[in-house]
């Protein structure tokens, strides 16, 4: 099974700040990640797919990175709107393992 | 505009049997594979498993804490997947997602429907 690792669980910060979420993978899935994004009780929203691929209608602000094991989802300049916990999907193998999911928290 | 609505979700007994309907629209189903997430309370997401759309043979995979229990099937007439669940246990209970898979190999979930809640419990 692939294990999928994100860090830091919990991030603290401000409107205007450049934000990074790292996600690792116990072997490779070559460029088969996704990001989500999910606010309390509603659904996750796919925001990144292919590890660098902008989902239709997602601000240009958030941009993925990486291939291999290691990946990265970015917020160049955070927005009130994006305080909400963000999740890693590998789909390279036919399970589909999520990330613990990382909280961003207004600082 | 794309939809997907779950329904079936409730309180239930260890042991026992639950069916989750997914009814779907805005698209044609037929196409797509669908597949179920869940996520307990305070917890985050697992990926339950998915049913391949009939052009790639209408397969499925689950992940491994369900296997052999839970079981997705499709009716493209009805454009209505569901999660058939077996064997309950308390670890079961969690709101439950039914998601489209993006129309490519090897795909991720575009859409999501609202989710609906199982509880196990006696």
């Known amino acids: 099974d692939i294990q999928m690792t994100q860090s830091p669980s919990t991030l603290s910060a401000s409107v205007g700040d450049r934000v990074t979420i790292t996600c690792r993978a116990s072997?490779?899935?070559?460029?088969?990640l996704a990001w989500y994004q999910q606010k309390p009780g509603k659904a996750p929203k796919l925001l990144i797919y292919?590890?660098?691929s902008l989902e239709s209608g997602v601000p240009s602000r958030f941009s993925g990175s990486g291939s291999g094991t290691e990946f990265t989802l970015t917020i160049s300049s955070l927005q009130p709107d994006d305080f909400a916990t963000y999740y890693c999907?590998?789909?390279?193998?036919?399970?589909?393992?999520f990330g613990q999911g990382t909280k961003v928290e207004i600082k | 505009e794309v939809q997907l609505v779950e329904s079936g979700g409730g309180l239930v007994q260890p042991g026992r049997s639950l069916r989750l309907s997914c009814t779907a629209s805005?698209?044609?189903?037929?196409?797509?594979?669908m597949s179920w997430v869940r996520q307990a309370p305070g917890k985050g997401l697992e990926w339950v498993g998915f049913?391949?759309?009939?052009?790639?043979?209408?397969?499925?995979e689950y992940a491994a804490s369900v296997k052999g229990r839970f079981t997705i099937s499709r009716d493209d007439s009805k454009s209505i997947a569901y999660l058939q669940m077996n064997s309950l246990k308390t670890e079961d209970t969690a709101v439950y997602y039914c998601?489209?898979?993006?129309?490519?190999?090897?795909?991720?979930?575009?859409?999501w429907g609202q989710g609906t809640l199982v509880t196990v419990s006696s």
């Open positions: 998601t489209r898979e993006q129309r490519v190999v090897p795909a991720v979930s575009d859409y």
């Open positions: 292919k590890a660098s």
């Open positions: 072997q490779s899935i070559s460029s088969w």
């Open positions: 805005g698209f044609t189903f037929g196409d797509y594979a």
């Open positions: 049913i391949r759309s009939k052009a790639y043979g209408g397969t499925t």
């Open positions: 999907q590998q789909y390279n193998s036919s399970e589909g393992t």
